[in-house]
């Protein structure tokens, strides 16, 4: 009877849900509805029967202490009786003692206030001998012990004095890339012969066969002293292009060496030198 009645509520739910999402709730919860109302049932009687035996659980675990002592009518008197409070032990702190302070003979080292109403030559008792610095005058305490503390000396070794010389930082190499600037130098770079020598093999070598001007043309040569004796980084500034070339083209033609620029501490550096040209050419 009990498959037919739910043969007959599965047919129920198909024709109800036909053409119906049934991964929707409803549908699952009528065909589950008898498994859930079985299971329902049992979770509730077992809570009922749990509520029912507690007390008598609880009663069986409390002590059972039987008074001896008869009673009018000849029974014993059985009395439950429950367990004591165990309470902790109470603790008692004592408070700390002050400790009196050592009577020994002391004198007021503090000095006196200053105020307008000071009195001069004030009587005042002499202080003990055997009396220590205190904050209260006690010349009846008992004598302070002596200190009898010998501070230990260090022997002294002696031997051999060393002298022993600084250490010598060395000094950083000249930087061979570096121009040197002319609060740098110790001495200038010079041309073997002199300048002069210079000045007259720089006119005897321009060619100025190509110039027609009335007026002097001058420029203005610069070259780097290198720290071998040789020259480089030659250049012009003057006015004048052609002339400029021509005296670029004149200072590389020279024969001759240079004695490099020094530092102030004596060492060749590289450093610049400039020398100035003006000539004038007749028609």
Do not use: C
């Not at 073997?192 to 720089?202: S, Y």
């Not at 070598?205 to 020259?231: A, C, L, Q, R």
């Amino acid at each position: 009877m009990k498959h037919q009645n739910q043969n007959q509520e599965f047919r129920f739910n198909e024709v109800l849900f036909e053409h119906r999402n049934k991964e929707y709730g409803a549908y699952v919860l009528r065909n589950e509805s008898d498994r859930i109302l079985t299971k329902a049932l049992f979770i509730g009687a077992s809570l009922v029967a749990a509520v029912s035996i507690t007390p008598f659980v609880i009663s069986a675990f409390k002590t059972d202490v039987v008074d001896h002592r008869p009673h009018d009518d000849g029974r014993r008197i059985i009395k439950i009786v429950e367990p004591p409070e165990i309470k902790p032990p109470v603790k008692i702190i004592k408070p700390v003692q002050p400790v009196a302070p050592p009577d020994v003979k002391t004198y007021n080292s503090i000095p006196p206030t200053p105020s307008r109403d000071a009195q001069d030559n004030v009587k005042k008792d002499p202080v003990p001998d055997d009396a220590v610095a205190g904050l209260v005058n006690n010349f009846k305490g008992d004598v302070v012990a002596p200190n009898t503390h010998v501070p230990t000396t260090i022997p002294v070794v002696t031997g051999p004095v060393v002298n022993t010389a600084p250490p010598t930082i060395p000094e950083p190499a000249v930087d061979k890339n570096k121009i040197a600037e002319p609060g740098e130098l110790g001495s200038e770079a010079s041309f073997t012969g002199g300048i002069d020598a210079f000045r007259n093999k720089v006119m005897n070598s321009f060619d100025g066969s190509g110039f027609e001007s009335d007026d002097v043309m001058k420029t203005t040569i610069t070259f780097i002293v290198e720290m071998d004796g040789t020259i480089s980084g030659i250049k012009a500034n003057g006015a004048n292009a052609d002339f400029n070339n021509e005296a670029i083209r004149t200072i590389r033609s020279i024969k001759g060496k240079w004695t490099p620029a020094k530092n102030k501490k004596g060492e060749f550096v590289r450093s610049y030198f400039k020398f100035p040209i003006s000539m004038k050419f007749e028609n």
